[in-house]
């Protein structure tokens, strides 16, 4: 583990620019609005930051919900079958309600599909040395693509003993019946070993700057 913290753990913005360009319609476009509104950047950042918690809370609502029902209908083994299928098309809607971009990101990745790019995984490493430290991990917004979009971020800890039927220890929490279904649909995972109160990963949100203006 990296013993460098990259970016501040508390709700601050970090300007990180992807070194993608925005087109002069857009630009133009947010700048008018906010002389319209006479919105400062400050303002933004902070609707930004709340509109993150909002959509991650709905995003976790949703998720925890099919599974508790996938799982009172099929049993953990077949939850899995259903998260397999059906946990990112969930993502995927609330993305598209809100046009924003989802994610659920880990170095420790059970499916393929979760693994971060650069910068989240330095926000990750962030976030692991805060756990290792004691610090209490706080949601974080950064400036991408020249300001235009803001990646925000929330670290998602196992909560309880019901995530520890699939992430926690094979013969212990997992029972073969579950193992088997895991190795079955996710070769390379490495999501399994954890405990209670350990950081699973985060979620990842790219909110393009526009549409938090129009909300304001």
């Known amino acids: 583990m990296k013993k460098q913290v990259i ?59 099919n599974l508790q029902n ?19 098309p969930i993502l995927q809607e609330v993305a598209d309600k809100y046009d924003v971009k989802i994610k659920r990101v880990s170095n420790q990745y059970r499916n393929p599909k979760d693994q971060p790019d650069e910068m989240e995984k330095r926000i990750l ?20 693509e020249n300001g235009e979009v803001y990646l925000y971020s929330k670290s998602i800890i ?5 995530c520890l039927n699939c992430h926690g220890e094979p013969g212990k929490d997992i029972n073969d019946e579950t193992l088997k279904k895991l190795n079955e649909l996710y070769p390379q995972d490495q999501a399994k070993g954890h405990q209670i109160g350990d950081l699973r990963g985060m979620w990842s949100i790219k909110i393009p700057k526009k549409e938090v203006v129009k909300r304001m």
Not at 11 to 35: D, H, I, T, W, Y
Not at 79 to 87: D, K, L, M, P
């Open 125 to 144: 490493e962030t976030y692991e040395y805060g756990m290792e430290n004691k610090i209490e991990p706080s949601p974080n917004i950064q400036k991408i």
């Open 158 to 162: 196992i909560p309880g003993g019901l």
């Open 7 to 65: 970016f501040s753990l508390f709700p601050v913005l970090v300007a990180c620019g992807s070194g993608e360009r925005v087109s002069k319609e857009v630009f133009e476009e947010v700048n008018q609005a906010m002389e319209v509104k006479k919105l400062n950047e400050a303002e933004i950042i902070e609707a930004a930051m709340i509109w993150g918690d909002s959509i991650s809370q709905e995003a976790q609502n949703q998720l925890i919900s």
């Open 70 to 88: 996938a799982i009172s209908e099929k049993g953990v083994a077949g939850a899995i079958e259903f998260c397999n299928v059906n946990a990112l």
